[in-house]
């Protein structure tokens, strides 16, 4: 019996060997010296142009010393509880420094480099590598929701980055970091491309970044990150680290976005991005099954009188395309509308009911559109986002909540002293639901004081505001 069983396991194992096709590399592949005795491999030669583009860049801001017990003293939640009594404080400010990097992106001066290396600064000096000389910068523009800003030095001969095409890269391709960690000065540390089209990392609002296992450290941000040939292909923002040093997962603003945002900001100064209207998320695994397209943007919602919806745009659609570039998924769409001009008509292609759908759609002002000054529009001070899937899975926030999601409430603004705060979420204004911007502004429309309902935390707080 004992036989008969074991004959019958070894009967099994070799039918089951016989159905799995295992391919295997070569065997004992042959190994190969990449440089004869007299020769070393090396980069040097492709990146010594591009490392004197890098430069150095000191900041320093004259900054209260008991700002962080401030925020906590003036926070609404601790004045829920304790009132208004709050003590005023007055102490001296003191100079704090930091220090980052940038990229020479023009031979007349102008440095491009992470908004959050110069914002707020009092003062910013600039040095060239290798050189000992200081130049004072100004700041043409910044955009904070991509994290570039752009600032300017006057100094003659200046050697400009070339820039390479960050749609072309592809994973595994060599990079290298050129920046300033820890001030060091001048510094190189080689990689590879570990992942393109990285979003949803909660560090900026329009994200794409390109991720890296090239050692980034503090003083890396707005520094370069080129590739084999020298090309600027990235400029270095952010690392993921839960000690502050490099653990191999550094993040880059693609080269493309970049450029383009910088020069908005040498041109105009300021950031207009195109606005459509819509809300919208991935396809899900279920949608993928109804739909024939197996990538794009989904609708959600389509506000009132907005340019999508007055180019047709309706909910259920699937955004394939945009002036004839595949939208692969819902962040894709947003940085696509964000990073073109306000007035411009762009092409869509979208999926309806299995059929390939063209229309036009005239693009609005983001900023004139979600953010209107007038007193009739928005609460002063709020940054609002409308909620959809992503944003419910990024915050957290189950599908029967609705309304407006804070993310930002700027200090010594209106909405702080009403005792706004951040993730709250405004679902009703006196007796109207809100459940998008249209429903929003109509409702602050008309007598100054109302009653501001939002969810904080699973529990509902009335805020009276004027």
């Given amino acids: 019996m004992k036989k008969m069983i074991l004959l019958s396991a070894i009967t099994a194992i070799g039918l089951l060997a016989g159905q799995i096709n295992i391919s295997s590399m070569p065997k004992n592949p042959q190994r190969v010296n990449p440089t004869s005795l007299d020769q070393i491999l090396s980069f040097h030669d492709s990146i010594k142009d591009v490392k004197h583009s890098v430069v150095n860049i000191s900041t320093t801001k004259m900054e209260d010393p008991s700002n962080q017990l401030k925020k906590i003293l003036n926070n609404p939640l601790f004045k829920d509880y304790f009132g ?114 990285k979003s949803s990392m909660g560090l900026n609002q329009y994200e794409n970044f390109i991720q890296t296992d090239a050692s980034i450290n503090p003083g890396n941000s707005g520094g370069a990150l080129v590739d084999s040939r020298g090309a600027l292909i990235g400029i270095n923002s952010a690392i993921l680290s839960s000690s502050g040093g490099n653990n191999g997962i550094g993040f880059a603003i693609p080269s493309k976005m970049v450029k ?18 819509v809300s919208i998320t991935d396809l899900t695994s279920d949608l993928k099954e109804i739909y024939k397209t197996s990538y794009g943007a989904f609708i959600l919602d389509v506000e009132e009188n907005s340019p999508a919806a007055r180019a047709g745009i309706k909910i259920g659609d699937l955004v394939i395309e945009i002036d004839g570039e595949k939208i692969k998924d819902a962040n894709d769409l947003k940085n696509s509308i964000g990073n073109k001009t306000p007035g411009k008509t762009v092409k869509v292609t979208l999926e309806r009911d299995t059929k390939t759908i063209e ?47 804070i993310t930002g409430v700027k200090e010594d603004s209106s909405a702080y002293e009403f005792g706004f705060m951040p993730k709250d979420i405004i679902f009703q204004i006196d007796q109207k639901i809100i459940r998008n911007f249209n429903d929003l502004e109509k409702s602050l429309k008309g007598k100054d004081k109302k009653i501001v309902f939002v969810n904080r935390n699973g529990y509902h707080k009335p805020i009276v505001i004027n």
């Fill in 260 to 277: 383009n945002i910088a020069v908005s900001l040498v041109e105009d100064g300021i950031i207009n991005r195109g606005y459509i209207g």
């Fill in 84 to 197: 208004n009594n709050i003590p005023n404080f007055n102490p001296k400010k003191m100079k704090t420094h930091s220090l980052g990097s940038g990229v020479i992106i023009s031979t007349n001066g102008y440095i491009v480099t992470n908004s959050h290396v110069v914002e707020g600064a009092d003062e910013i000096i600039v040095t060239l590598l290798g050189e000992e000389k200081e130049y004072k910068a100004k700041i043409i523009g910044l955009d904070l929701k991509t994290d570039i800003a752009v600032i300017k030095i006057e100094a003659p001969s200046l050697q400009a980055a070339k820039f390479g095409d960050s749609d072309n890269l592809q994973e595994g391709d060599i990079v290298f970091a050129i920046g300033n960690p820890f001030g060091v000065g001048g510094s190189v540390t080689q990689g590879i491309v570990s992942a393109l089209n």
């Fill in 359 to 405: 229309t036009k759609i005239l693009l609005a002002n983001m900023d004139k559109s979600l953010n209107p000054q007038t007193k009739s529009a928005y609460i002063k001070g709020l940054s609002l986002e409308e909620l959809t899937d992503i944003t419910r899975q990024k915050y957290q926030i189950p599908s029967k909540v609705k309304g407006i999601l």
